[in-house]
């Protein structure tokens, strides 16, 4: 009776454990797609002169912050998402959201200097850096054998970004930067995800950003066309969309991020296809292979 019991138990974990990773996976085809929507959204908005980083998430992350406040009120689920009991609990979310903020001015300014198809393999060494820091905070133990894999993913990172441009182009090593810190944060949403829902880790991420450039909106207004409002609350709606969907798969996945991360690579092709629909990037040869070395070596 008891193996029974014991062999029940172990099959409804397994099957809990496949449904988490599925899921998983479902949701990052999908916020791999916002990620580099929303990229696209911003080199196409960097090219403009008059419009500057602050003016960008002002307008375009209020707008989905206070239609998400309105959504938790409907739904009955601020005290459940945005109020802690514990007040020390408020630190961990709050504290990303302040550390987050150069993160996307980093992204605006690079997405200038930089091809969205170059840009994207940079930070698609993210899962690399979530192994990293897996081990270091979750204890997941590596071997020398992914050591050498990683080896190889980072190597094809600099085929596409060629060794000259880490020469001429400083914003290269902010983008290593940014995949690092997303690494350390996302980790940090696994580990402590008994600190605060998907939903509040979210919340309190983009917060700070918001009224930190609504703060600097208001000092420096600035008249835009309907065109440009356009793109820019759809590229607000992608960023608060895509970092929601991050925290979500992050905060379920538990010990299970090894198996959900190397899809992140899909956002290489969403990259690659809308970088030449819309800039009309190619890639060389040399990139070509830097790209495949990286979706082997994480897949």
């Known amino acids: 009776l008891i193996d029974t019991q014991l ?3 172990y099959m409804f974990k397994l099957i809990s454990s496949n449904k988490i990773i599925i899921l998983g996976i479902f949701l990052v085809i999908i916020q791999t797609f916002f990620g580099a929507s929303f990229d696209t959204a911003t080199k196409f908005l960097g090219s403009n002169n008059n419009l500057l980083w602050y003016h960008y998430y002002a307008l375009g992350l209020s707008l989905p912050l206070i239609l998400f406040i309105f959504f938790l009120i409907i739904s009955k689920g601020i005290k459940k998402n945005l109020i802690f009991e514990n007040k020390k609990d408020y630190f961990l979310p709050l504290f990303r959201g302040f550390t987050f903020i150069p993160i996307p001015i980093i992204i605006y300014y690079s997405l200038k200097q930089i091809p969205l198809n170059i840009f994207t393999p940079i930070i698609m060494t993210t899962p690399f850096f979530i192994l990293i820091w897996s081990s270091m905070l979750q204890k997941e133990i590596i071997s020398f054998k992914f050591w050498l ?3 190889v993913g980072f190597a094809g990172t600099i085929l596409i970004a060629k060794p000259t441009l880490f020469q001429t182009n400083v914003f290269i090593y902010l983008i290593f930067l940014v995949a690092a ?5 996302s980790v940090i949403v696994s580990k402590f995800s008994n600190k605060a829902t998907a939903l509040g880790y979210s919340f309190y991420n983009l917060l700070p950003l918001t009224v930190f450039c609504i703060i600097l ?10 065109n440009q409002l356009t793109i820019i609350f759809i590229g ?8 929601y969907l991050l925290n979500f798969v992050f905060h379920i996945s538990g010990k299970f991020t090894r198996f959900i991360s190397p899809f992140f690579f899909i956002q290489l092709v969403w990259a690659s296809i809308l970088g030449n629909y819309f800039f009309n990037e190619t890639l060389d040869y040399l990139s070509l292979l830097g790209m495949v070395l990286i979706v082997v070596s994480g897949t």
């Open 7 to 9: 062999s029940t138990y």
């Open 149 to 151: 894999i990683l080896i």
């Open 181 to 185: 810190y997303n690494a350390l944060t």
């Open 217 to 226: 909106y208001m000092c420096d207004p600035v008249r835009l066309v309907t």
């Open 236 to 243: 607000g709606f992608l960023l608060f969309f895509a970092s």
